[in-house]
């Protein structure tokens, strides 16, 4: 087992004192996620949106909003989850139309909402278990997890990896069963690393604290180091390992953990409030960060050296793949890899090797890669015929992994 950091934790200097905290939206809200893509916030009494210079509050009885996606494909409204324990509680659209909510299905004290583009689904998980859709309107419930409280989901080729309330839950066959991990853990946070290592969470003030990581998709656990009051993990574009402390009794804050050394370096120096909520990413700036959704707004770190060799950008075991596939309307084309890498292009061909679509932007980055909802239309926005279509992924002026995709009547 890795050396152990006991409740105190081991405080060293800050590798760089050039990072700059700045602060994204107002200052004094309770934020819990960000959108950087609507430039939403998500807080405990609705969602901000910036709008002309100034950030309007929408709110649904005054509901706390836990986490926010794009409706894919499309990316024109937002998926939320919201609630606290009310007879409200839910996932629910946010129409930008007509600026409201609306409800799409009520779950009891809802606590996550993810989307995974390799698998085209969106995992919504509360007190009463855990519910799945595949176009962000129909939800179903996924019945292993009724009366379980779920917090977190993780989603890796065909493993799926679900924390709740009573232990961890994996699927390695895309969800047709699961199993029971043997270490009984109550983890919240799950995420992948750039190297398949999946790190947790465990909160509060128990024995148990501490971050965990599991080298074998949810199987097996072990402890990465101790300390109480954890609250996130999240991983920067290089696929530096962030944690986050809701309570810091000893001013912890925001660190960076390095598997290899067992170390934390901290970065807390103008940080305005140390009660974080979350940690993400803002896919729109073209520089390495990470955005800490605290009690006191939401704040974004750049500038910072980690002391651990950054990893040039570029493609490491990319995964290509569609969702549906056959397909009518449309279908989403996702990119499945290990930590962030620009620039890319996307490029449709026929079976004849004609190439008819070619594509430089409009990727949506969620979670461990980017999608694209290609709608059946070539260059000129003209419908394609019925047939077998090509994508190949090209990046550093290279050609890159291939897929295919069949379009039907």
Request: hydrophobic share 35%; with cysteine; net charge negative.
């Amino acid at each position: 087992m890795k050396a152990i950091l006991i409740i105190l934790v081991i405080f060293l200097p800050s590798l760089s004192q050039a990072y700059i905290w700045d602060a994204i939206g107002p200052e004094n809200v309770e934020s819990n996620f960000y959108c950087c893509l609507f430039e939403i916030i998500c807080t405990s009494s609705g969602i901000l949106r910036y709008e002309e210079d100034n950030w309007v509050e929408y709110s649904y009885g005054g509901l706390p909003v836990w986490e926010a996606y794009p409706l894919v494909p499309g990316y024109n409204d937002l998926l939320v989850v919201m609630g606290d324990g009310s007879d409200s509680d839910g996932v629910y659209l946010f129409s930008f139309e007509i600026e409201d909510f609306i409800n799409l299905y009520w779950l009891m004290n809802p606590r996550f909402l993810s989307y995974f583009p390799q698998n085209g689904c969106y995992f919504a998980g509360g007190e009463e278990g855990l519910i799945i859709s595949e176009d962000g309107f129909t939800w179903e419930s996924i019945t292993f997890f009724d009366g379980k409280f779920c917090y977190s989901v993780a989603v890796k080729d065909d493993h799926i990896v679900v924390s709740a309330d009573d232990n961890v839950y994996y699927s390695h066959n895309c969800g047709e069963d699961w199993e029971e991990s043997s270490s009984y853990l109550n983890l919240t946070d799950l995420v992948y690393s750039v190297d398949g290592t999946l790190y947790g969470i465990f909160p509060g003030t128990s024995y148990s604290s501490g971050l965990w990581s599991s080298a074998d998709n949810g199987v097996n656990w072990e402890v990465e180091f101790w300390d109480v009051m954890l609250k996130s993990v999240g991983l920067d574009a290089f696929g530096n390992i962030f944690v986050g402390w809701e309570e810091p009794a000893n001013s912890e804050g925001i660190a960076i953990w390095n598997p290899a050394t067992e170390e934390l370096s901290f970065f807390n120096d103008g940080l305005s409030n140390l009660y974080n909520n979350n940690l993400l990413v803002n896919e729109l700036i073209n520089c390495n960060n990470i955005v800490s959704c605290t009690d006191g707004g939401v704040y974004q770190l750049t500038g910072y050296s980690t002391g651990i060799d950054d990893q040039k950008l570029e493609l490491r075991n990319p995964v290509l793949s569609n969702h549906p596939n056959p397909f009518t309307g449309g279908t989403m084309i996702s990119l499945t890899v290990d930590g962030r890498y620009e620039p890319f292009e996307l490029e449709i061909f026929n079976i004849r090797g004609e190439k008819i679509r070619r594509i430089e932007s409009d990727f949506l980055r969620m979670n461990q890669g980017y999608a694209f909802f290609w709608d059946g239309r070539d260059e000129h926005n003209n419908r394609v015929s019925p047939g077998i279509y090509l994508y190949q992924l090209n990046f550093n002026d290279r050609k890159g992994a291939v897929g295919k995709c069949v379009l039907i009547k």
